[in-house]
């Protein structure tokens, strides 16, 4: 089982090995958080123009993390322990034995991010979940965490009691 966990990812080194339309997808979500993404594959494809040449070893050197979505089994697992050795997180596309984390079906609007997962088990589930769950980031929902977020100093100071403020921002949000 998978710990779900949010990363700050922006301005940071990721590298993404393949060029399909999977590998173009990791870029697409990496890109949207903020990272500085690498693309490495023996051919141009889905992803644009990726530095072309077949993947190296020493490629993994000084990324955050790294994506394997190659159509090669053998070169993902060798990514895969490459990047463990490294303690380099590392995904490997419909591979999720030989992933270090799992990319999740993300709902975002505003301020908020949603991230759900089957831990690989059932993809189609998550985005069954993910869907349902933009349908509740409305866009005065969104507003409102946006403001309450803003306000949240004030709130501390203006309600010092941590129940108490949490209960008062709940019943607004829940209004919403």
């Keep these: 089982m998978h710990f779900p966990l949010f990363v700050d990812l922006t301005d940071k080194p990721c590298l993404v090995v393949g060029a399909g339309p999977v590998a173009a997808r990791k870029v697409r979500i ?8 690498t693309v490495i594959a023996r051919e141009n494809g889905a992803c644009g123009v ?40 590392v995904n490997v596309v419909d591979d999720p034995a030989n992933c270090t984390f799992l990319f999740p079906s ?12 089957t831990g690989g088990v059932c993809p189609v589930a ?28 004030t709130l501390k100071k ?11 921002m709940r019943k607004e949000l829940e209004s919403c």
């Design 30 to 37: 990496l890109a949207d958080f903020g990272a500085r993404v």
């Design 50 to 89: 990726p530095i072309c040449r077949p993947f190296q070893d020493s490629d993994i050197a000084g990324h955050t993390l790294v994506v394997a979505a190659t159509d090669d089994a053998a070169l993902n697992a060798r990514i895969a322990s490459l990047c463990r050795a490294a303690r380099i997180p």
């Design 106 to 117: 993300i709902a975002q609007k505003g301020p908020v991010v949603a991230a759900v997962s």
């Design 126 to 153: 998550t985005q069954v979940l993910r869907d349902r769950v933009e349908g509740l980031l409305t866009d005065r929902f969104c507003e409102t965490v946006a403001r309450l977020g803003a306000e949240r100093a």
């Design 158 to 168: 203006e309600i010092p009691d941590p129940a108490e403020r949490r209960d008062r």
